[in-house]
């Protein structure tokens, strides 16, 4: 039995064959994560706005400032703003009070 005689292959069909069969001529590639939807919420109080913010949010029981931000559509900073606001006009009172979370809740007419 007789091999056939070896075919010199060129430069660049060397060049060609040897980056198609190694893995290091193909880039990883990385997946991009999962992105949260970014929120829109307000930064300032329209006309009406906080008058609508006064008149529901002494209703709930329990109001902590991601609920204002989540109920009204507004960002956090103008939801301390406001609950700060009601708590200094008496509506509402503190019931914890943290460095990273603060509750309140309705004062009871009884």
């Known amino acids: 039995f007789n091999m ?61 400032i991601y609920n204002v931000c989540e109920s009204f559509k507004i960002n956090g900073s103008l939801a301390r703003r406001a609950v700060a606001e009601l708590v200094s006009q008496g509506v509402i009172r503190q019931i914890v009070s943290h460095s990273k979370f603060q509750a309140y809740t309705k004062i009871s007419t009884k």
């Open 4 to 64: 056939p005689p070896k075919i010199q292959k060129s430069k660049a069909a060397k060049l060609l064959a040897a980056t198609s069969s190694s893995k290091k001529g193909k880039k990883k590639k990385w997946s991009k994560g999962k992105m949260r939807e970014k929120k829109d919420h307000m930064v300032v109080f329209d006309e009406g706005d906080f008058e609508k913010l006064k008149a529901e949010l002494p209703k709930k029981k329990l109001i902590t």
